[in-house]
């Protein structure tokens, strides 16, 4: 089963990444964070992990686009 992220979580994830690479990330916004990802899991009956691993995945290795 593929694994559906909002927007939202994207959005988060991708400042949260950001934060990371520039030696800044908050507990806000990693708590921010995980409380999507856990109530995104909640809601549609997938693991945690699963969906912060595909968000991962997504915002820190996108896949190339095609030309």
């Not at 559906?4 to 994830?13: P, R, S």
């Not at 991708?14 to 856990?38: H, K």
């Not at 109530?39 to 686009?65: F, I, W």
């Amino acid at each position: 089963m593929a694994i559906e992220l909002t927007d939202e979580l994207i959005q988060l994830e991708t400042r949260a990444w950001e934060e990371i690479q520039a030696g800044a990330l908050t507990v806000d916004t990693a708590q921010a964070v995980q409380a999507a990802v856990t109530a995104h899991a909640e809601a549609t009956g997938q693991s945690r992990y699963d969906v912060e691993m595909e968000l991962k995945k997504q915002v820190r290795n996108p896949e190339p686009e095609a030309e």
